[in-house]
């Protein structure tokens, strides 16, 4: 883990204050970059379903994972504990920062242009006059040199205090030349405000695999599609991977104890009020329950079968003792 003082922290905090981004060059390395780079690649092998833990699929182009912390062990130390991190969450969002989502993706070869300008919506409309704040730490697990991330630089501060949207070429126009385009190598960083413009540019020559930890206060109240998706909800964590001691402060970041008091479905993880696709999952579903269904027919057919041979091997000693034994056999 690459070492950092508290300049260093103050500085980037005053970059993602006037711009809405910061790039934390080389960022991940050595065998933190490995690990990851290789338990990303293990966790993308297959999708999640029923005994496997793998990959969800929400689009065509974007192959996702719901909780890193489950992955591998640096996505702590080194990704969403690193004291350079937590230190600009405290400073930037205040003193409840806390980790809520710690997801990645793999964006698969494209030349769609899927994925279009937008701030990010989560908080609700409620909340909006307490201009929330909201930051993600991306990582790229992939040299990047297409399909990067770009972000209108300072657009963040207009936005702040009202409700997030998409936006379209016409209105990100005149902003263009605004536009920071993050490319860089395996391991390269960023910061960004995510109430500022920003959008994963096309086409997308190469695979680019990435991870975003992002950071909010949990006390600001969510727009309802997030509550009824469970969205933020408090974030899965591997226990093997968490070190024996840790600190209060990270441990508060990492969200330990914030479902304790309230009601036990808003500390549930995962999306259990989401359907996507019912009839496609309850036909996969239907055909899981009919090979389990055949396997066991086929077990008590076994048995049946196993129960007749037995019989008829012990057929003819039966007969045996139920035929008398002639009168000459007598003498
Ligand atoms: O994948 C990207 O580069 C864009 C990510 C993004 O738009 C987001 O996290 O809101």
Redesign the pocket.
């Known amino acids: 883990m690459t070492a950092f003082t508290a300049a260093d922290a103050a500085s980037v905090t005053e970059t993602l204050d006037r711009d809405g981004i910061v790039v934390l060059p080389n960022f991940l390395h050595g065998e933190a970059l490995a690990s990851i780079q290789d338990s990303f690649t293990r966790a993308l092998a297959r999708p999640s379903f029923n005994t496997w833990s793998g990959y969800e699929m929400m689009e065509k182009w974007?192959i996702q994972l719901e909780n890193l912390l489950m992955i591998d062990p640096h996505c702590y130390s080194d990704c969403a504990l690193h004291p350079l991190i937590t230190e600009v969450m405290r400073r930037y969002i205040g003193p409840d920062a806390a980790l809520v989502e710690a997801r990645g993706?793999k964006?698969i070869r494209t030349t769609r242009n899927f994925?279009g300008w937008?701030g990010?919506a989560w908080f609700h409309p409620a909340a909006a006059a307490l201009r929330p704040r909201e930051v993600?730490l991306?990582i790229y697990l992939t040299d990047v040199t297409s399909?990067?991330?770009?972000y209108i630089a300072g657009s963040h501060h207009a936005n702040h205090g009202h409700m997030p949207k998409h936006w379209g070429p016409r209105d990100v126009a005149p902003m263009m030349h605004l536009a920071k385009d993050i490319k860089g190598p395996a391991g390269t960083a960023f910061l960004f405000d995510?109430a500022g413009v920003?959008?994963?540019?096309t086409p997308v020559l190469e695979p680019?695999d990435?991870m975003?930890f992002?950071f909010h206060d949990p006390a600001i109240p969510l727009q309802d599609v997030d509550v009824q998706n469970g969205r933020y909800q408090p974030i899965a964590l591997n226990a093997g991977f968490l070190p024996a001691e840790m600190s209060a402060a990270d441990a508060r970041i990492l969200g330990f104890g914030r479902a304790l008091g309230a009601p036990a479905h808003q500390g549930v993880i995962g999306r259990p009020s989401q359907v996507r696709y019912p009839v496609l999952h309850n036909t996969v579903a239907g055909m899981l329950a009919l090979r389990l269904e055949i396997q066991e027919l086929q077990r008590l057919a076994r048995e049946v079968r196993r129960a007749m041979l037995s019989r008829l091997r012990a057929l003819p000693a039966r007969l045996g003792r139920a035929v008398p034994a002639t009168p000459a056999a007598q003498h």
């Open positions: 974007r993706w964006t994925h937008h990010d993600k991306a399909g990067h991330f770009s995510t920003h959008r994963q540019t680019r990435v975003f992002n």
